[in-house]
């Protein structure tokens, strides 16, 4: 079992910054890929990044590309989001992933566990 625990969302100007952490606790095994996944009101959940276990593959949907940064510290077992010039549209609940395996991916149903949720909202 993994527990992961979101922290750092909050309310923001349009064209402002927030970073959010994950912190992974429990079973979390030897390697493990994690990710970032948002759900605006009325829409399903999307993908937003990635990271594998050695930091060396990121995935960012096209949206973000240029203004989110995935980081982690795996002697910490915590992700990082940096997210600047902060859009309307990127509001939404975020949600950390977590798989095992060294590979990270865009699939979240290949993503065994998820923290509760931190919600962004930028807006002026």
């Known amino acids: 079992q993994v527990q992961l625990v979101e922290s750092g969302g909050g309310l923001v100007q349009p064209g402002g910054s927030l970073s959010l952490s994950c912190a992974a606790s429990?079973?979390?095994?030897?390697?493990?890929?994690m990710a970032w996944f948002r759900q605006a009101p009325g829409k399903v959940r999307e993908f937003v990044t990635s990271?594998?276990?050695?930091?060396?593959?990121?995935i960012y949907t096209d949206s973000v590309k240029g203004r989110f940064t995935i980081s982690r510290d795996n002697a910490k077992n915590t992700m990082y989001l940096v997210m600047n010039d902060l859009k309307p549209e990127d509001t939404g609940v975020y949600y950390c992933a977590f798989k095992y395996g060294f590979q990270t991916t865009e699939d979240a149903a290949r993503y065994a566990y998820w923290g509760q949720g931190t919600q962004v909202t930028a807006s002026s």
């Open positions: 429990g079973h979390t095994g030897l390697s493990n890929a």
């Open positions: 990271i594998s276990f050695g930091g060396d593959n990121t």
